[in-house]
């Protein structure tokens, strides 16, 4: 008896080159930096995430999604979390989360989980939920505690990092 034929699967390489195409394509979303601290079972971490949204007000909820290979991801799961929106300037700590550059940031104790010195804004989480979300997972976090300041933020846009400036208003606001 002769096997019905398989749907031809694409070649290996014309996979990677969808996958990169679609990063490509991804990247043309601009978006802020934050860097998601947490005391761990193995001490303090961090890692930089740029997938990081508001989900809900009321209850107020954000959420980050954190690839599963990640060495923070696992060590996360059901702890608190802060998520720090960088300023302009902090590159250098967004690099540093990110696996590059070695020095040491600068910690400010939280009442749930620490935080970092000196960014734009902080959103301090206790765990709410958890989802699947491919090779991510979803972490939902509800805010327990907030902060911001004036600023320019950290942005990142079609893979390289940039300036997001504050608006300033013009004549036209005041009419």
Known sequence: MEEPLKPARPAIDEMVARRSALRTCLGRFATGVTVVTFDGPTGRHGFTANSFTSVSLDPPLVLVAVARKAHSHDLMAGLPFTI???????????????????????????????RLAGNLAHLECLPHAQHDGGDHTLFVGEVVGFDHDEGEALGYFASGFTTVSEPTLGHEYLI
């Open 84 to 114: 720090n929106i960088l300023r302009a300037e902090q590159e250098r700590l967004a690099r540093r989360f990110a696996g590059g550059d070695p020095a040491e940031p600068v910690w400010i104790e939280g009442e749930h989980a620490p």
